[in-house]
């Protein structure tokens, strides 16, 4: 079992910059791959990044590719997610999930996730 925890949520202006931590419980958080989703306001909870179990592989919904990048350090069982260029449309809840397997981007396939923490990016 995972527990995952995140952080680093908060009220940002529209071009600045979050980092995102999610801190994962358990001895095999290396073996997991690990994924980033968010929940705009009203809508449904959608993918923004993901990460295989080494950090070899990435993945990025069409959104945020080239202003998140998702990182992880197996040695403090940490996947971090750095937001640049915010936009007022990044305002969410974002969550932090993890998988056994290759990386994929649909909310179904990830076994465990956080509670979440709130971004919003003011215009």
């Known amino acids: 079992q995972v527990q995952l925890v995140e952080s680093g949520g908060g009220l940002v202006q529209a071009g600045g910059s979050l980092r995102l931590s999610c801190a994962a419980s358990?001895?095999?958080?290396?073996?997991?791959?690990m994924g980033w989703f968010r929940r705009p306001p009203g809508k449904e909870r959608e993918f923004v990044a993901a990460?295989?179990?080494?950090?070899?592989?990435?993945y990025y919904a069409d959104s945020v590719k080239g202003r998140f990048t998702i990182s992880r350090d197996n040695a403090k069982n940490t996947v971090y997610l750095q937001m640049n260029s915010l936009k007022p449309d990044d305002t969410a809840v974002y969550y932090c999930?993890?998988?056994?397997?290759?990386?994929?981007?649909?909310?179904?396939?990830?076994?465990?996730w956080g509670q979440g923490t709130q971004v919003t990016v003011s215009s």
């Open positions: 358990g001895r095999t958080f290396s073996s997991y791959a």
């Open positions: 990460i295989s179990w080494s950090g070899g592989s990435t």
């Open positions: 999930a993890a998988r056994r397997g290759a990386i994929v981007g649909y909310v179904g396939a990830y076994e465990y």
